[in-house]
């Protein structure tokens, strides 16, 4: 958001959007959304400007890696936040918690599957006390996808699904993902475009991810839930559409608003 912190709310509200994914926060700065003081001023806002939370993303492991040994400083940070972010999201009410694995915590070797299947068993038990879904956010071929979700065994893990991800990091075909994928989708998704490897760079429909398609493979399939927009509007080159990027968020969300209807 343009904004950021509860005032966010009413920003959404007034752009017609319904829901805000949030985020747990940095080690560094103690996870801020763990704690009572800023989870209730985050509670007040969406009351009053009629804003739903669907899900918590734990984004630590961009910063520190998930397939670091159990006894690592940074795994210890990483069980520390996933923890953090199940408590948060049973204290506000909120569905959903979401651990990506990109930047640091990238999927590379064997060994680094094994690793990741170790903690998503951990925040899935964890998660399934406080019923807590899980999401698993990251690249993986539908090959390696399935086998994490075998081995992870846990009737509360599903995957949070991204239109630009596999595409950018991977070459795959979205539509063809979201066929193959779909089933293990949990009921929100990330939606972004980009040209050139550009992370989050163009206006929905402008990049090169097949973004139309895609829409119409969700539709296809019956895709009912929520559709979170994750467009970097205050860096460039999007930046460059608008000086002020609350008009470049308004673009996207007649965008994508005319897609699912058209679609």
């Known amino acids: 958001m343009p904004v950021e912190g509860p005032y966010g709310c009413k920003l959404a509200a007034e752009l017609g959007l319904e829901g805000i994914q949030l985020e747990l926060g940095s080690y560094e700065k103690n996870f801020p959304l763990s ?24 984004r630590i492991t961009d910063d520190y890696s998930i397939t670091d040994s159990d006894e690592s400083k940074s795994r210890k940070i990483i069980m520390e936040a996933v923890e953090k972010g199940i408590d948060a999201a049973k204290a506000m009410g909120i569905p959903v918690v ?13 060994s680094d599957f094994r690793e990741v299947i170790k903690v998503f068993k951990f ?21 390696q ?25 991977k070459g795959y075909e979205t539509p063809k993902m ?24 163009a206006l929905l429909g402008k990049g090169d ?36 990027p609350v008009e470049i968020l308004k673009k996207d969300v007649g965008i994508l608003k005319e897609a699912i209807k058209n679609h």
């Not at 989870?39 to 669907?54: D, V």
């Not at 996808?145 to 599903?158: A, C, H, I, R, S």
Request: proline share 3%.
């Open 123 to 143: 925040a899935c038990d964890y998660g399934l006390e406080k019923g807590i879904t899980i999401a698993a956010e990251n690249v993986l071929s539908v090959a």
């Open 35 to 58: 704690k009572k003081s800023v989870q209730e001023a985050y509670l007040e806002a969406a009351e009053k400007y009629h804003i739903s939370y669907p899900s918590i993303a734990v």
């Open 145 to 169: 996808t399935l086998d994490l979700f075998e081995k992870v065994g846990k009737p509360n893990l599903q995957l949070y699904f991204d239109t630009q991800n596999y595409y950018l990091n």
């Open 178 to 201: 979201i066929k193959d994928l779909i089933p293990l989708f949990c009921n929100q998704l990330h939606v972004k475009d980009g040209k050139d490897k550009d992370l989050s760079g």
């Open 98 to 110: 979401m651990i990506p694995t990109f930047e640091k915590s990238e999927i590379k070797t064997d």
């Open 209 to 244: 991810t097949d973004f139309y398609e895609s829409i119409k493979e969700l539709k296809k399939h019956h895709y009912s839930g929520w559709y979170m927009i994750e467009n970097y509007y205050n860096q460039k080159p999007l930046s460059t559409v608008h000086d002020d």
